[in-house]
């Protein structure tokens, strides 16, 4: 029941991104298993270029895992993100699907239009881009206020210059000690020689 939604759903979004299916073609028959744990599904590009779940015996020429983590930062579009997802198997196809999944855009306006009409659809988008723009905009002052509040009043994370601070004591010790160490050995060759 879920893998026949999941395709339908799948194809949707390819026919409503054109582009995606002809990146695709080049990979008909090759199989794909995406994890976001705890999801998981293995998929299949068709030779038009569509994607079908395929069955539980396929065997994957490519794995993409995204950590939860990875996938909120993408969500959130931190493009750096994309970067950190995992790939196994045949590199130029998953990068390839990669590159169609976080292309695709869903006309949700478009689909919800056909059920309630053009107006209404406009109108129910536009207050629903609104409202996830208050959300972030919270969201963003509340991180702020921890932020502040963890730094200052409870201190449990660092400021960044402290941490700059620290990176760059660090670097000067290493450098210190690598210093020293050639010296001990120079003592140690001089040494050496006189006996």
């Not at 409202?131 to 200052?152: D, L, P, R, T």
């Not at 210093?179 to 003592?187: E, F, V, W």
């Amino acid at each position: 029941m879920l893998k026949p939604l999941l395709t339908r759903l799948l194809n949707h979004l390819l026919t409503q991104n054109s582009w995606a299916a002809e990146q695709l073609q080049p990979f008909a028959g090759k199989h794909a298993h995406l994890a976001l744990p705890p999801l998981s599904a293995t998929v299949v590009v068709l030779e038009d270029g569509g994607l079908a779940i395929a069955g539980e015996t396929a065997i994957a020429d490519a794995t993409i895992t995204v950590p939860p983590s990875v996938a909120l930062r993408i969500l959130a579009g931190d493009e750096r993100a994309n970067t950190s997802a995992a790939i196994t198997g045949d590199t130029e196809f998953a990068t390839a699907l990669a590159k169609v999944l976080q292309g695709m855009s869903w006309e949700y306006e478009e689909d919800l239009s056909h059920i309630v009409g053009d107006i209404p659809a406009h109108e129910i988008v536009r207050r629903g881009r609104a409202a996830v723009s208050q959300v972030k905009h919270q969201a963003a002052n509340i991180a702020g206020m921890f932020a502040e509040y963890w730094q200052e009043e409870q201190p449990l994370i660092a400021k960044k210059r402290h941490v700059e601070q620290f990176i760059q004591d660090v670097d000067t010790l290493q450098e210190d000690t690598q210093r020293l160490a050639k010296r001990i050995h120079k003592l140690k060759d001089r040494l050496q020689a006189e006996h």
